[in-house]
């Protein structure tokens, strides 16, 4: 059977290390997806096979990278991320008071030449440099000793990541400058110049990046972070007529939970007694507080506001909104972009080739360098290593996937699937269903005109009888429409419904049918007495159909659908933005046209059944174009499925919610805007990380080789690399962070 599982990994810190956690991964017999997350220090993983978690998680740990089962404790890392910067914190303090007396020792005998005429008379120069010596080693061994431990078994393993490359790098500039120190003959008179500093500040910089990495990167999760904690770990359950303290993970449906004033709900339920209003933000991104009342739901995560509530639960643990929200943001955060996959092939060969550029930067000096040849090579050499660490490349995409998607539920709008991020922003055409979806989906019964020879209340009674049978909308307006004028409905038998066309049945020995004039001309019943009537009715937007009673046309029935309040504005905004906007719909042409005139739909694709949607799709998919379609009816699911992207509006059935790649979950139409604007920006924004990430290792890295030495004279100090290498993924983190105020 196959099996998605999300593994936890630790010490994953560049580009490189997820893509050698994605090869280790992949490699496994029975896999068939991979998709290795920085940013959230995950992985998924689709598959099968005996004894596959075990199999997964041991290939992972062969490859150097500790790794288990994620739970939701690994999403909501910001204690953790507080706990990891403030060590790094400390580390970098450690390492910044032992590397200063080494930086002053040695540059500010460059900056002022007195310092070192200073240095020269009271310590003297071998003095100087035996302190640098210790304090440069205290570094290394301290606050920097992980780039070792972590990058040279990785350098043996033949998968070198940054950590390699800060710890080859360092220790060149290092161990060069003991030999100095230590065995001078060694090394002709002029390259016998030490490089203490260059190691130590290294150190101390790209510690200062991590730190602000670390920082950064508990923001960029932040979102997930809320959600989870919205739970609350406690409830007040009534237990023999007592209010006791119940664990949440101990609750069970039927259970009845006292929720007083300003708690948050524990599980979803329904309002047994008591009145109240109810802060649901946190699931439709809506400010307004809702008021609720003996009867009506409540989800979980929700705050009471100013009453007391007694609810019954319904559902809890894993089977509440607010898990299956979180599950949602989860799998899109651990979602692995299109555009991502061209960054994961250049990073896995990234380090491995800085390295053969290194090595090709040293002997190209070494073979026609300048004099101190030696000295000017492991400058370049070691420049190259630290500048082009591969971190921000790594983290161009995931951060800010991070921070859209959750920036996206704080708004009421959930990516279920990641890549509709990208699909979303390369959309050509919205298309939206009617029902529901632009209009209110609670249609009201306008007119009821009654055929000569028939009785107006007798055939609303048999009309109604036989739409009580149904769910449609359409048929619930109906029914109440009879029930205000207080008529009494009998049963009906043999009902049958046939799909977007209408509804059968017997009432009291008399067959009936209700639908469109579709199913009127199959059944071989005349309708013209009502045509200039349904003409009229149609042109006014509403919905017409018609009732048979023993073969006969009975009346002619219209009905209204309130259009949402907010529908032309979204709709004009979307066409603001260049995409196309159709309304597909199985009403009549009259009616659809009506409507769309009303809502500035640019296109109507008019009477089509719900088998027809997917078609209607299809053809406007032709000639590559990209097509999204909005929809919330259970008759939407295939055509959700078959467009590029499917939204679907979160008050609808789980059906088409299932069958979505986004969902609306306060059945505001104005999320599709949001959505769309959301993708855009975070396209935007993935862009703009990738163009820096690349754009400064391909100018930097030939810079710090030392092609501007022969025209300008100038040449990359190692200590500026670490500075530039470390503001990189710094500039990258923040521009992500910059999604939270979309």
């Given amino acids: 059977m196959t099996r998605t599982v999300t593994l936890s990994i630790e010490k994953m810190h560049c580009g490189s290390c997820v893509g050698r956690v994605d090869r280790a991964l992949a490699a496994v017999p029975g896999v068939d997806e991979v998709s290795v997350n920085l940013a959230t220090e995950t992985a ?128 060149a500039a290092y161990l060069y400058s003991m030999t100095v120190l230590f065995v001078p003959d060694a090394l002709p008179a002029e390259a016998r110049v030490v490089y203490f500093e260059a190691a130590a500040v290294i150190v101390v910089l790209i510690l200062v990046g991590r730190w602000l990495e670390a920082r950064a990167k508990g923001k960029t999760g932040a979102a997930i972070g809320t959600l989870l904690r919205l739970q609350p770990k406690t409830a007040q359950v009534m237990r023999n007529g007592e209010a006791i303290d119940v664990a949440v993970a101990k609750l069970v449906p039927g259970d009845l939970i006292l929720l007083r004033p300003g708690e948050s709900a524990p599980v979803d339920g329904v309002v047994k007694e008591g009145e109240s209003i109810v802060d649901e933000s946190m699931l439709t991104g809506e400010p307004m507080p809702v008021p609720k009342a003996p009867g009506d739901a409540i989800t979980g995560g929700t705050v009471n506001g100013n009453g007391s509530l007694t609810l019954q639960a319904t559902r809890v643990g894993k089977d509440t909104v607010l898990a299956g929200i979180v599950r949602m943001v989860q799998e899109a955060q651990g979602a692995k972009l299109p555009i991502q996959a ?43 290593l630290i500048i082009a660490c591969p971190c921000a490349m790594g983290l161009a995409t995931p951060t800010s996937i991070m921070v859209a998607t959750g920036r996206a539920a704080e708004r009421g709008v959930l990516f279920r699937k990641g890549d509709a991020l990208q699909s979303l922003a390369e959309v050509d055409v919205i298309a939206f269903d009617k029902t529901g979806t632009l209009t209110e989906g609670q249609p009201e019964m306008q007119h009821f005109l009654a055929a000569d020879g028939f009785d107006r209340s007798a055939v609303l009674t048999l009309v109604a009888a036989v739409e009580a049978r149904a769910e449609h909308p359409v048929a619930r307006a109906i029914v109440s429409a009879a029930q205000r004028e207080g008529l009494v409905l009998p049963e009906a038998e043999r009902v049958t419904a046939q799909n977007g066309l209408g509804i059968s049945g017997q009432v009291a020995g008399q067959p009936v049918i209700v639908g469109s004039d579709r199913l009127m001309g199959d059944v071989g019943v005349d309708i013209s007495v009502f045509s200039a009537a349904a003409s009229k009715a149609a042109s006014k937007g509403e919905t017409v159909f018609f009732a048979a009673v023993a073969g006969n046309v009975a009346a002619m029935i219209t009905v209204v659908d309130r259009i949402k309040p907010n529908a032309k504005e979204v709709i004009g905004g979307l066409q603001a933005q260049g995409l196309h906007t159709v309304m597909i719909t199985g009403d009549k042409a009259e009616t659809a046209e009506a409507i769309a005139q009303q809502i500035g739909v640019s296109d109507v694709i008019a009477g089509v059944l719900p088998r027809g949607k997917v078609e209607a799709i299809e053809k406007l998919q032709a000639g590559g174009r990209k097509v999204a379609f909005v929809g919330d009816g259970i008759n939407d699911g295939p055509a959700l499925a078959a467009a590029d992207i499917g939204i679907a509006i979160g008050t609808g059935t789980d059906v088409a919610i299932q069958s979505a790649d986004v969902v609306l979950m306060s059945g505001d139409l104005q999320g599709v805007g949001t959505a769309q604007h959301i993708s855009a920006c975070a396209m935007r924004n993935i862009r703009q990380n990738l163009f820096w990430a690349f754009g400064y290792n391909t100018a930097l890295i030939p810079v710090a080789a030392g092609v501007l030495f022969a025209p300008l004279g100038l040449l990359l100090s190692p200590v500026l690399a670490a500075g530039a290498m470390a503001l990189s993924s710094v500039f990258v983190l923040t521009n992500a962070l910059r999604l939270r105020r979309v």
């Avoid at 500010?108 to 009271?122: K, S, W």
């Avoid at 431990?149 to 393993?157: D, E, V, W």
């Avoid at 040293?362 to 070691?382: D, E, I, K, M, R």
């Fill in 44 to 171: 998924v993983v689709t598959g099968q096979g005996s004894g596959f978690v075990s199999t997964l998680i041991g290939a992972v740990e062969a490859a150097g990278y500790p790794a288990h089962v994620a739970e939701d404790a690994d999403f909501d890392k910001q204690d953790q991320r507080d706990a990891e910067a403030a060590a790094l914190n400390r580390r970098v303090l450690i390492a910044a008071v032992l590397a200063l007396p080494v930086f002053i020792l040695e540059m500010g005998g460059h900056m002022v030449p007195a310092f070192h005429h200073l240095v020269h008379q009271t310590i003297g120069q071998q003095t100087s440099w035996v302190i640098q010596a210790a304090l440069t080693t205290m570094v290394l061994v301290g606050p920097g000793r992980s780039f070792y431990t972590q990058g040279l078994p990785a350098l043996m393993r033949g998968a070198p990541d940054m950590n390699s490359l800060v710890a080859v790098g360092t220790l």
């Fill in 342 to 384: 061209l960054v994961d092939r250049v990073t896995l060969w990234f380090v491995p080739a800085v390295l053969i550029i290194a090595a090709a930067t040293v002997l190209v000096w070494l073979a026609v360098g300048p004099q101190p040849v030696l000295s000017y090579a492991l400058v370049a050499g070691v420049s190259v």
